[in-house]
């Protein structure tokens, strides 16, 4: 399965669109997931008032977890908070959580910063063509070996690869994974994920400094998004390049898991 292959495939009229989701991770020593409370993320302005939770709020000492109807959710453990948005549908104006993590950050400018992970995330369905999947890891971006052929079974492979750019270091991972849509069967799929890792430079004592930093590094988003859509759909998959203006999607991989 070659990459003019597998563009062929998800071009294919008859095909899901693909579905993207993006997250903005920030580290902080002191966090504790207690503090993301809707109330105070209203009160604070971190969020806008009018915001809704899709479900009841989970919030512990060790896991919060909170939900909007607007395919934004917030979720912390200790010294990670997470701020995810679906791209379902929504225009490149629309998307909000780099706004809720720089309110975030402005708000609670003492935290312990230790930096921020931009994690977007692309997943491509082969209903047509679930091999493809495959084939395409195994075939096109392993090279060929007695390896393969080990088991009674083909072999199965994800691919982990890390790249050292001028602002920051990005990881990619590629694997096999699941289309799961109410009353239907599971859909082949290929999941791109992709982290941008920004780490704060502890030398900097002043809160102040941190706070330049950690704003800089949350700046980076729209640029990270476009290059990564680059990365995969020129490098990875010789495909014509999605509208950044739109974003499509449907489903979660699985029920009640992010991307």
Known sequence: MTTA??????????NTQSIEEIS???????FIPTTIGQDFLKLSGII?????????????????????????????????????????????????????????????????????????????????????????????LLGSGAWKFIGKTPLQAGINLMYHLERCQLTISISEAKLQKPQESPIAAILFSGNFNYNVNLGATQSSSIMTQMTNFLNHWRTDLEEFRNIVHQKF???????????????????????
Request: charged share 15%; glycine share 4%; net charge negative.
């Open 48 to 140: 806008p008032q009018d915001w809704q939770l899709a479900q009841q709020p989970v919030v512990n000492p060790n896991f919060a977890q909170l939900n909007f109807t607007n395919g934004v959710s917030i979720n912390a453990q200790p010294r990670t908070i997470t701020f995810n948005e679906s791209l379902t549908n929504k225009q490149s104006q629309d998307i909000a959580i780099h706004q809720v993590a720089g309110k975030y950050v402005e708000k609670l400018p003492h935290a312990k910063y230790m930096g921020l992970s931009f994690s977007p995330k692309i997943l491509l369905p082969f209903p047509t063509a679930p091999q493809a999947v495959r084939q395409y890891i195994t075939e096109s």
């Open 237 to 259: 998959l010789d495909s014509p390049e999605a509208d950044e203006t739109q974003f499509v999607g449907g489903m979660s991989l699985f029920p009640g898991q992010t991307l």
């Open 5 to 14: 292959n597998v563009a062929s495939v998800i071009n294919s009229p008859s």
């Open 24 to 30: 903005l991770i920030i580290a902080a020593q002191d």
